[in-house]
């Protein structure tokens, strides 16, 4: 490129007989136009190569009922007791369950108090209404999975679904698509490592 600018005022010199004024014109392009060519090059380079912003859209998060954390985690336990005593795998499925349905994590000493609270069922179907609508499907999305994890719903915990599914409002077709996948739902068999209360 640089030598195409050099030899460009000779051929212009050999094509017209040029003034001083012109030749010098053409030698102070020829000099430096290499070099204005080359700033041009590298900012335009720059300028494609500078980290553009991204823009970042915030997605507002629901705030949480005040308890729904606390009442979700005794719903589930409740559920997890109508077959009788919790069994290893029960409570792993619960425990598994609460955290991908909430972030949370369980820890020991809460399992220790729900071991520990009994709650009737009716109290518990009494104090849902307050709750956002998405917070009444993870309860009852929670519940459904407590109840499934030995495979089969007792009478017990399909009494107790049920009317959960009324008190929440949901329809009874989705209540029993829920319980239907659940049951299907290959789930691995594993030992909750932490010891059962006494």
């Known amino acids: 490129m640089q030598r195409l600018l050099m030899?460009?005022?000779?051929?212009?010199?050999?094509?017209?007989?040029?003034?001083?004024a012109t030749l010098t014109t053409l030698w102070v392009v020829t000099k430096y136009g290499g070099i204005v060519l080359?700033?041009?090059?590298?900012?335009?380079?720059?300028?494609?190569?500078?980290?553009?912003?991204?823009?970042?859209?915030?997605?507002?998060?629901?705030?949480?009922?005040?308890?729904?954390?606390?009442?979700?985690?005794?719903?589930?336990?409740?559920?997890?007791?109508?077959?009788?005593?919790?069994s290893q795998n029960t409570l792993q499925v619960l425990l598994r369950s609460y955290k991908h349905l909430t972030g949370n994590t369980v820890s020991q000493k809460m399992?220790?108090?729900?071991?520990?609270?009994?709650?009737?069922?009716?109290?518990?179907?009494?104090?849902?209404?307050?709750?956002?609508r998405i917070?009444?499907?993870?309860?009852m999305r929670a519940c459904v999975d407590v109840a499934a994890a030995d495979g089969a719903l007792t009478s017990a915990e399909h009494d107790f679904l049920m009317a959960l599914s009324t008190?929440?409002?949901?329809?009874?077709?989705?209540?029993?698509?829920?319980?239907?996948?659940?049951?299907?739902?290959?789930?691995p068999r594993t030992i909750v490592p932490t010891a059962m209360p006494a």
Not at 7 to 20: D, E, F, K, Q, R
Not at 174 to 187: G, K, P, S, W
């Open 7 to 20: 030899a460009l005022p000779i051929l212009m010199l050999v094509a017209t007989p040029a003034s001083a």
């Open 38 to 86: 080359g700033i041009v090059l590298i900012l335009f380079v720059a300028m494609r190569k500078r980290p553009r912003e991204e823009t970042k859209i915030e997605v507002p998060s629901l705030p949480e009922t005040p308890m729904f954390s606390e009442t979700l985690l005794t719903m589930m336990f409740h559920t997890a007791r109508l077959s009788g005593d919790i």
């Open 111 to 132: 399992i220790t108090a729900k071991y520990a609270q009994t709650t009737e069922a009716d109290e518990l179907l009494g104090i849902v209404a307050p709750f956002s």
């Open 135 to 139: 917070e009444r499907d993870t309860i």
């Open 167 to 187: 008190a929440l409002g949901h329809d009874a077709a989705v209540f029993r698509d829920q319980i239907r996948m659940a049951l299907h739902t290959d789930r």
